[in-house]
């Protein structure tokens, strides 16, 4: 038997060596979150405004973008004691997505979709309290406690869910609602979350988006279009129910 030998062995080149596909990345799970419209009647005609505000251009998220008040539920919006001042449906999770969407209206904008139950409380007392709760030296629940406020969320109305594709590394899972905005409560800003607001038809806002002056996600101007031919929140309930 003839045994042939074994060449000399060569080495690949690194750039030649196969390198095995990298390990998938799993999505990252959607946040839970809540945004409200809150809207009003036109000055003039049929149809509604609706409340929009623009985030600073520095923020890290949705910089300069126009939204409605909103963002993530907190892990005190889902207390046994604030579900107990709901005045509507409470189940999980719609009903701590309602609380969340309640809490961030009176946080951003200042309007607040509660009923005080203790007397002589001000306008004043509530921005006070506003003020501790951005500086985070009060609970939303201890406020909540504080004025004896039964929360309405029977005035939200759900609207739409959005879940942020699972390509993108920051997601929400935000359920939207509509709310009619108290009579006589102007909006206002406190912090740096918010540096603008205005009320504007659907049309109105959809226009400047599409002339360039207004950045909106697609859950923000789809939501604009749903409401767009919308002659009031008994309708637009109607239609939901």
């Known amino acids: 038997m003839v045994t042939q030998g074994v060449g000399p062995v060569t080495s690949l080149p690194p750039e030649a060596v196969p390198v095995p596909p990298p390990e998938p990345v799993p999505p990252a799970t959607p946040i839970p979150a ?4 809150l809207a009003r009647p036109k000055t003039r005609g049929r149809g509604l405004e609706v409340l929009l505000t623009r985030r600073p251009a520095s923020m890290a998220f949705a910089p300069d973008m ?62 006070d309290e506003r003020g ?16 004896d406020l039964r929360l309405r969320t029977d005035r939200l109305v759900p609207l739409s869910r959005w879940v942020t594709p699972p390509i993108l590394p920051r997601r929400f899972d935000a359920r939207f609602f509509v709310a009619a905005a108290p009579d006589g409560v102007e909006a206002t800003l406190v912090g740096d979350e918010v540096v603008e607001h205005g009320w504007y038809t659907p049309r109105a806002a959809l226009d400047a988006m599409a002339a360039g002056g207004f950045g909106m996600w697609v859950p923000t101007s789809a939501t604009l279009q749903q409401l767009e031919h919308v002659a009031s929140l008994d309708e637009v309930r109607g239609r939901l129910a």
């Open 34 to 37: 809540a945004t409200v419209v």
């Open 66 to 127: 126009h939204v409605f008040p909103g963002g993530r539920i907190d892990a005190g919006d889902t207390h046994a004691r604030l579900l107990a001042r709901a005045i509507g449906p409470d189940a999980e999770p719609a009903g701590s997505a309602a609380i969340a969407a309640i809490r961030e209206a009176f946080e951003e904008v200042g309007v607040l979709l509660a009923d005080v139950g203790r007397s002589g409380v001000t306008t004043a007392d509530l921005a």
């Open 132 to 147: 501790t709760l951005l500086a985070g030296e009060r609970t939303f629940l201890e406020i909540v406690d504080r004025f």
